[in-house]
């Protein structure tokens, strides 16, 4: 296959765009993007930096990590307690993973710019309020309202900054402190076998909480009168309350994300090869490489990573690290074909890839990805994504998943990778801690340890694009994974008869 060298931010524009907008005022799109050029970064290359040094460790096998938030944001839903409920349950999943697996935690969310999603189609055809049948471009949620619109872009800039400031805030004011530790409820869980596993968990999560602060632990945190209590009141954040919290979007937008990236001083102490797109300052000695400041870690999609493509040639060259979507369609060669495009230096922490088969494909196709990998010796990040292989549309018309077969995905994916000589480093899924105004959680997917039935899906069916796991059912799954981990910590191999697998991966029959 032939390669190119010659690297900039627009070379892109050489190659073939998988799913295309097409903007009817170029004029218009191109002030749009100006203005964007002349932003201020959402984030910062010593962050970047920060996080691949971090995925290194993940990488290694001494940390782990969680890819997590939802599908697509919407900018109607940039909210105070919106955030404050996703990032309340990516630390809430991440503490569960801590305390099974005794590792670091590395967190990125599907956060802070997560607004645009590939179509398999770039038209549907719906009815407006008149009842007239029309073709429209696909996503938007009103019919009358589906023109491309490039002023969308410079909205998804500022909801990203807002969103993005409201985290850095919760995370800098105790928000993660487990002083405050989050309201872990049971009351969904029908299974009186799997009701008594979560408590002993519980129970053994509180009881260390609690001995650490006891003897001081947390710096913060002193017991008797007069003492500092937290953050808040003047105590420093320490190890249990200080954690680092990453952001995530789907590149799919290249010219958002040409515009926003840009040619940053890399961070004293880094080191990057001598092959690698950078430039030379004219005015100090200062090294400068290609940042995307729009996140910090970018995805491509399995729609769009053509290896003749604009995506891949534009994810070739950015300094951030990235993720790669690897699906049934894949073929072993082709994965280390574009492997060798997107980290030819086989840097560490680069390349993160996250399988999506489908819980009846994963047999067919992982263990030769696997193999093609170790083969080739790329250094590579194993992440499993058991949600979009496994969407379904209910009997209602609603696209929904089941639990068990997202478990089926994960914990035949967790047996793969052991009998394969590998390892998995994390999970990629789409959930939220969303509730409604009376306080309940969306009701989106089948099944969990709340046992969702179809017939419930309406009641708080609230996302616009694909379904996801709600807060009871990602804790059950945080939960399975956990107790996955502490089984291999002892030395205790995972059988069928795990309770957390036999009693989350069944379809419970309520009728």
């Given at each position: 296959?032939?390669?190119?060298?010659?690297?900039?931010?627009?070379?892109?524009?050489s190659?073939?765009?998988?799913q295309?907008?097409?903007?009817?005022?170029?004029t218009?799109?191109?002030?749009v993007l100006?203005?964007?050029?002349?932003l201020?970064?959402?984030v910062?290359?010593?962050?970047?930096?920060?996080?691949?040094?971090?995925?290194t460790?993940v990488?290694n096998?001494?940390?782990?990590?969680l890819?997590?938030?939802?599908?697509a944001?919407?900018?109607?839903?940039?909210?105070e307690?919106?955030i404050?409920?996703?990032i309340?349950?990516?630390?809430?999943?991440?503490?569960?993973?801590?305390?099974?697996?005794r590792m670091?935690v590395?967190r990125?969310?599907r956060?802070?710019g997560?607004?645009?999603?590939?179509?398999?189609?770039?038209?549907?055809k719906?009815k407006?309020?008149?009842?007239?049948?029309?073709?429209?471009?696909?996503?938007?949620?009103s019919?009358?309202?589906?023109?491309?619109?490039?002023?969308?872009?410079?909205?998804?800039?500022?909801?990203?900054?807002?969103?993005l400031?409201?985290v850095?805030?919760?995370?800098?004011?105790?928000?993660?402190?487990?002083?405050?530790?989050?309201?872990?409820?049971?009351?969904?869980?029908?299974?009186?076998?799997?009701?008594a596993?979560?408590?002993?968990?519980?129970?053994?999560?509180?009881?260390?909480?609690?001995?650490?602060?006891?003897?001081g632990?947390?710096?913060?945190?002193?017991?008797?009168?007069?003492?500092?209590s937290g953050?808040?009141n003047g105590?420093v954040?320490?190890?249990?309350?200080?954690?680092?919290?990453?952001?995530?979007?789907?590149?799919?937008?290249?010219?958002?994300?040409?515009s926003?990236?840009r040619?940053?001083?890399v961070p004293?102490?880094t080191?990057?090869?001598s092959?690698?797109?950078?430039?030379?300052?004219?005015?100090?000695?200062a090294?400068?490489?290609?940042?995307?400041?729009?996140?910090?870690?970018?995805?491509?999609?399995?729609?769009?990573?053509?290896l003749?493509g604009?995506h891949?040639?534009?994810?070739?060259?950015?300094r951030?690290?990235?993720g790669?979507?690897?699906?049934p369609?894949?073929k072993?060669?082709?994965?280390?074909?574009?492997?060798?495009?997107v980290?030819?230096?086989r840097?560490?922490?680069?390349?993160?890839?996250?399988?999506?088969?489908?819980?009846?494909k994963?047999?067919t196709?992982?263990?030769?990805?696997i193999a093609a990998?170790?083969q080739?010796?790329?250094?590579?990040?194993?992440?499993?994504d058991?949600?979009?292989?496994?969407t379904?549309t209910?009997?209602s018309?609603l696209?929904?998943?089941?639990f068990?077969?997202?478990?089926?995905?994960?914990?035949?994916?967790?047996?793969i990778?052991a009998s394969?000589g590998?390892?998995?480093n994390?999970?990629?899924?789409?959930?939220?801690?969303?509730?409604?105004?009376?306080?309940?959680s969306?009701?989106?997917?089948?099944?969990?340890?709340?046992?969702?039935?179809?017939?419930e899906l309406?009641?708080?069916y609230?996302?616009f694009?694909?379904p996801?796991?709600?807060?009871?059912?990602?804790l059950d799954?945080?939960?399975?994974?956990?107790?996955h981990?502490?089984?291999?910590?002892?030395?205790?191999?995972?059988?069928?008869a795990?309770?957390?697998?036999t009693?989350l991966?069944?379809?419970?029959?309520r009728?």
């Amino acid at each position: 296959m032939e390669t190119h060298n010659e690297w900039s931010p627009s070379s892109w524009r050489s190659k073939p765009v998988a799913q295309p907008v097409h903007y009817p005022d170029e004029t218009q799109l191109s002030n749009v993007l100006e203005k964007l050029r002349k932003l201020p970064p959402l984030v910062t290359p010593g962050e970047i930096e920060r996080l691949r040094t971090q995925l290194t460790r993940v990488q290694n096998n001494e940390a782990f990590l969680l890819h997590a938030g939802d599908c697509a944001e919407s900018f109607e839903a940039c909210t105070e307690e919106n955030i404050s409920n996703k990032i309340g349950l990516i630390l809430s999943f991440s503490l569960i993973l801590i305390w099974g697996a005794r590792m670091p935690v590395v967190r990125i969310g599907r956060i802070a710019g997560q607004y645009a999603k590939p179509r398999s189609s770039p038209t549907e055809k719906l009815k407006d309020h008149s009842g007239s049948v029309k073709e429209v471009m696909s996503f938007r949620l009103s019919p009358d309202d589906r023109a491309p619109n490039p002023e969308r872009l410079l909205s998804a800039y500022f909801y990203s900054t807002t969103t993005l400031n409201y985290v850095r805030s919760l995370l800098a004011s105790g928000f993660a402190s487990l002083n405050n530790p989050r309201d872990w409820s049971l009351s969904h869980v029908r299974s009186p076998v799997l009701r008594a596993e979560f408590e002993n968990i519980s129970s053994g999560l509180a009881d260390a909480l609690e001995f650490c602060r006891v003897i001081g632990a947390e710096p913060g945190f002193t017991s008797g009168s007069g003492g500092i209590s937290g953050y808040a009141n003047g105590g420093v954040r320490g190890v249990l309350g200080e954690v680092d919290l990453y952001t995530s979007h789907e590149g799919l937008m290249l010219d958002y994300e040409e515009s926003l990236t840009r040619f940053m001083s890399v961070p004293t102490g880094t080191s990057i090869p001598s092959e690698s797109p950078l430039m030379n300052s004219s005015v100090s000695t200062a090294r400068l490489a290609p940042y995307n400041t729009s996140a910090h870690f970018l995805w491509v999609g399995d729609r769009t990573r053509q290896l003749d493509g604009a995506h891949i040639e534009y994810f070739r060259g950015i300094r951030n690290p990235i993720g790669v979507k690897v699906g049934p369609s894949m073929k072993p060669d082709e994965l280390i074909q574009l492997l060798e495009v997107v980290n030819p230096r086989r840097e560490s922490g680069k390349v993160t890839l996250i399988t999506r088969y489908g819980a009846e494909k994963i047999e067919t196709h992982l263990p030769s990805h696997i193999a093609a990998v170790q083969q080739s010796r790329h250094p590579v990040i194993w992440v499993c994504d058991p949600m979009h292989g496994n969407t379904l549309t209910s009997s209602s018309g609603l696209k929904t998943r089941h639990f068990s077969t997202i478990v089926a995905e994960l914990t035949s994916c967790l047996r793969i990778h052991a009998s394969s000589g590998s390892r998995l480093n994390g999970v990629s899924l789409e959930f939220t801690g969303e509730l409604n105004e009376e306080g309940y959680s969306v009701t989106e997917c089948l099944g969990g340890s709340m046992e969702l039935s179809e017939e419930e899906l309406g009641l708080r069916y609230q996302s616009f694009c694909d379904p996801r796991l709600n807060f009871e059912q990602s804790l059950d799954l945080a939960f399975l994974v956990s107790n996955h981990f502490k089984n291999e910590r002892r030395g205790r191999a995972s059988t069928g008869a795990d309770v957390f697998a036999t009693e989350l991966g069944r379809k419970y029959d309520r009728d």
